[in-house]
T-cell receptor, first 116, second 111 residues
């Protein structure tokens, strides 16, 4: 596609509910990132994929968070047993390059998750 | 102390003013540097990469001082449409390609 597409755009979940957030990166982009942005904060890194391989998941805040990208394109971020502190905007970004470089990333519009 | 620090502002300036934002980073292994712009309730968008020699894109000038671990963004002849949050972003070297973000500096350009 022309840009990074995320769905749903908004999600309201009851505490304890599981949610799945989808990211459809730009076609052919090798790198895919998930970030979490709380209100008034900069984005915080969650996890990074190079094709289907999850090379870094050091930013996932707990074992309730799980991400996958099984075919190296679409990615899903799953949050189990959601808590109020999970309320944030979840941003997906993709990048053409796999190696080092000065490229920036293209972000999707994000999914705004509100846990009530 | 956060790895990337910015003055959160807000900066309130009149149209046509010149405004400068500063950013410091603490990890000397940082390799690449960017300024992103984020409008309210929108995703961050790349404004410009920052090169060691300094670079300019129209009214925007970015500079990097590796010795002082300092990055700056200068906006000349500011427009109402420049009102946004400007995020300083650093990418580490090595296999870990994640971006490290500052909290952002809020700019309001007033008529």
């Amino acid at each position: 596609g022309a840009g990074v597409s995320q769905s749903p755009r908004y999600k309201v979940a009851k505490r304890g509910q599981d949610v799945a957030l989808r990211c459809d990166p730009i076609s052919g982009h090798v790198s895919l990132f998930w970030y979490q942005q709380a209100l008034g904060q900069g984005p915080e890194f969650l996890t990074y994929f190079q094709n289907e391989a999850q090379l870094d998941k050091s930013g996932l805040p707990s074992d309730r968070f799980f991400a996958e990208r099984p075919e190296g394109s679409v990615s899903t971020l799953k949050i189990q047993r959601t808590q109020q502190e999970d309320s944030a905007v979840y941003l997906c970004a993709s990048s053409l390059a796999a190696g080092e470089g000065l490229d920036g990333y293209t972000f999707g519009s994000g999914t705004r998750l509100t846990v009530v | 102390r956060k790895e990337v620090e910015q003055d959160p502002g807000p900066f309130n300036v009149p149209e046509g003013a010149t405004v400068a934002f500063n950013c410091t980073y603490s990890n000397s292994a940082s390799q690449s540097f960017f300024w992103y712009r984020q409008d309210c309730r929108k995703e961050p968008k790349l404004l410009m990469s920052v090169y060691s020699s300094g670079n300019e894109d129209g009214r925007f000038t970015a500079q990097l001082n590796r010795a002082s671990q300092y990055i700056s963004l200068l906006i000349r002849d500011s427009k109402l449409s420049d009102s946004a949050t400007y995020l300083c972003v650093v990418k580490r070297s090595g296999n870990n390609r994640k971006l490290i973000w500052g909290l952002g500096t809020s700019l309001a350009v007033n008529p």
